[in-house]
């Protein structure tokens, strides 16, 4: 588990790697990136996926 820091104190922090995978012939990788971005905002804040 890596070590961050919070609130100046060191810590450890859990995480979670992704990846993705996908034909580039469909799927640009600009938008997959996007993607990822989307999904890590919406697992690391759930209130989103309530409004």
Wanted: charged share 20%.
């Amino acid at each position: 588990m890596p070590v961050v820091v919070v609130d100046n104190q060191i810590t450890v922090a859990r995480v979670m790697d992704i990846s993705l995978s996908c034909d580039h012939r469909v799927v640009d990788g600009i938008v997959g990136a996007k993607f990822l971005n989307i999904f890590r905002e919406i697992i690391e804040n759930q209130m989103i996926m309530l409004v």
